[in-house]
């Protein structure tokens, strides 16, 4: 919930979420249109008590990426040409053996 309350803060248009998986591996793609990641904010965003928002204490996104790489996943997030920034999402897909 995080990344998507993150996502559409930064949006002043509606965010697209994309989800795509195989047999090993689920990635979520969160896609906002706002003025994408400053260098600063690219180089510490995860990082604890790092916030661009007034009101932000600066854990979501590291709670976030934290509970993620417990579970062998991974967060990045990065810019796009086209404008706007992505947080893609990335979890191990455990398969059972019946």
Not at 62 to 87: C, H, K, P, Q, S
């Amino acid at each position: 919930m995080n990344l998507l309350n993150n996502a559409a803060d930064a949006s002043p248009q509606p965010i697209e979420i994309l989800s795509r998986w195989d047999n090993s591996v689920f990635t979520l793609e969160i896609h906002d249109h706002g003025k994408g990641l400053s260098g600063d904010a690219a180089l510490k965003a995860g990082s604890a008590f790092f916030t661009t928002k007034k009101e932000g204490r600066g854990l979501g996104l590291f709670l976030a990426n934290a509970t993620i790489e417990r579970m062998g996943g991974t967060v990045r997030l990065y810019n796009r040409e086209a404008g706007g920034a992505t947080t893609e999402l990335t979890l191990p897909i455990a398969v059972a053996n019946i």
